[in-house]
């Protein structure tokens, strides 16, 4: 049973943008708060975004800072993870992530916090 649906990944130009989604269940969004993660072939994943419900409050990795940004549509039980700015180097699977329960979410992210993980979206730059 998929909990997290994620889309709007695709290939594009460096310099470019794109804009993910992560459709949740009611059940999925009533945690602590979400997260987003990218794999690369033959490299560890790595958080790149997160979000609590509560205070909204937001996390990034510096390889990303400045870049993306991370939102909710609370009444959608939607999260976003706006990339703009693009580089070849962020080409990788893309995953979000739902937090056990209401418990903390560490920073930097910490996988086995997450109980519910999406199929993921490619996204791939080119130069």
């Known amino acids: 049973q998929v909990q997290l649906l994620e889309s709007g990944g695709g290939s594009v130009q460096a310099g470019g943008s794109l804009r993910l989604s992560c459709v949740a269940s009611e059940y999925t969004y009533s945690s602590n708060g979400m997260g987003w993660f990218r794999q690369a072939p033959g490299k560890a994943r790595e958080g790149v975004a997160m979000i609590t419900f509560g205070g909204g409050r937001t996390n990034y990795a510096d390889s990303v800072k400045g870049r993306f940004t991370i939102s909710q549509d609370q009444a959608k039980y939607t999260v976003y993870l706006q990339m703009n700015g693009l580089k070849p180097e962020d080409t990788a699977m893309y995953y979000c992530?739902?937090?056990?329960?209401?418990?903390?979410?560490?920073?930097?992210?910490?996988?086995?916090?997450?109980?519910?993980w999406g199929q993921g979206t490619q996204v791939t730059v080119s130069s």
């Open positions: 992530a739902s937090a056990y329960g209401l418990g903390t979410i560490s920073w930097p992210l910490i996988e086995e916090e997450f109980g519910y």
